[in-house]
């Protein structure tokens, strides 16, 4: 199964048959019909159509993107645990096999820690702009003062959340600086954090 597969079936998972999906489409959005996002859906879903699993309720263009709002059909396996609660094991979309819930958590915070990294590195390289230009590096222990005195000279978009929900953190001084993400787990200093350094350091 393919990383944006994984995604996919998450994001199908989490929302399950009786809520919205909303999907990103990046081609000629102009050209998206109800029709053809109706297919893309379907296919990444593992559904066969005609069928009435996949609805499209919306589309929404921006540039070159559209973002589709569909209904989508999810089928759920539920056990009980060794304390005897309820909770999801596998889910299923469409005609796919059934997937371990777990193994496409682990899956998608592989992709989450990767796309933390690359936009830890986009403000670590927006630090190195603004150190050459003034000599140090901003002094702060707030990543929210830190945006701001980068964005929009040094960095082009605001980046202040990393893909867990929880604001990125930094630690500058004027010869070094911190640029973290607790990860996963959401607690500092434990083993998934997400951390980037300036090089000297």
Not at 111 to 127: D, M, P
Request: aromatic share 6%; with cysteine; charged share 30%.
């Amino acid at each position: 199964m393919s990383k944006r597969t994984v995604l996919i079936v998450l994001l199908v998972a989490f929302c399950g048959a009786g809520c919205f999906l909303a999907v990103s489409h990046t081609r000629a959005a102009g050209d998206l019909t109800p029709k053809e996002a109706r297919k893309l859906i379907a296919r990444m879903a593992g559904i066969e159509l005609p069928s009435d699993a996949v609805r499209v309720k919306e589309i929404s263009t921006a540039g070159n993107s559209a973002v589709v709002v569909a209904q989508v059909e999810t089928a759920f396996r539920v056990v009980k645990d060794d304390k005897g609660k309820w909770r999801i094991a596998e889910i299923r979309t469409g005609d796919r096999r059934w997937e371990d819930l777990d193994m496409l958590m682990r899956a998608l915070n592989v992709e989450k820690a990767a796309r933390a990294r690359a936009e830890l590195e986009s403000v670590a390289t927006a630090l190195e702009s603004y150190r050459r230009e003034r000599g140090s590096y901003p002094e702060s222990k707030s990543s929210a003062a830190l945006i701001d005195s980068l964005t929009p000279r040094y960095l082009a978009r605001v980046i202040r959340v990393d893909p867990w929900h929880k604001p990125y953190e930094y630690e500058g001084e004027r010869a070094t600086y911190v640029l973290r993400s607790d990860g996963p787990d959401g607690k500092p200093n434990t083993p998934d954090d997400v951390t980037v350094t300036n090089p000297a350091r």
